[in-house]
């Protein structure tokens, strides 16, 4: 397993592997699953994709030093082609020489480029594999990523809690002593696999 600092310098390697995996995704999304329940049990597949559009926005304005922002879910575009611009905008901030290092703030303080960027990795992860488990679709998480997010989420445990739910609104899951990795990084994400 890569150390906290070495998936930090490779922060910007995993988001691009982990946005062009759910695009493989949302290529195969069928006009009816749309509206398709997700594991997120507020949204559906439209809002899913949507909060990781506006994810992707936003990531793009707290590494530009604006801080986080409310976008818009208005697309003027199909969804498909939003998380096109969103996506490559993110990995053009994310791309910036130095900026992994740089203090950003963002919607849970002040804090270090570079771990806010894992945290970006972590969710489009995880609401990658909502969205595969929305529509039928292989869930396996791709092993490098799920090492990386699984180290993340064992680390920052105590703050995914907010009044015994997770950040993703869920409690944690139980899960047995011998579970895969991928379904001990579920369960503390609040998510039974």
Known sequence: MATHASAESDALMHYMKATAHTRRLLEVVTLDQW???TPCTDWN???????????A????SIMRGYGP?????????????AFDAACKAAIAA?????????????RRGEQ??????????QEMLVHGWDLATAIGADTSMDLELL????DRA???????????????????????ENADVQTQYLAILGRPS
């Open 112 to 121: 270090l480029a570079g771990n806010y960027a894992l945290g970006q990795v």
């Open 57 to 60: 926005k936003n990531a793009e």
């Open 69 to 81: 922002q409310n976008c818009s879910e208005i697309f003027s575009e199909g969804l498909v082609v």
């Open 147 to 150: 090492g990386v997010s699984y």
């Open 35 to 37: 509206e398709a329940s």
């Open 154 to 176: 064992v680390r920052s445990r105590g703050h995914l809690r907010n009044g015994g739910a997770t950040v993703w609104g869920e409690s944690e899951a139980t899960v047995t």
């Open 94 to 106: 994310f791309s910036v020489p130095g900026v992994m290092g740089t203090m950003v703030q963002t």
């Open 45 to 55: 597949v439209k809002k899913l994709v949507k909060h990781m559009i506006s994810g």
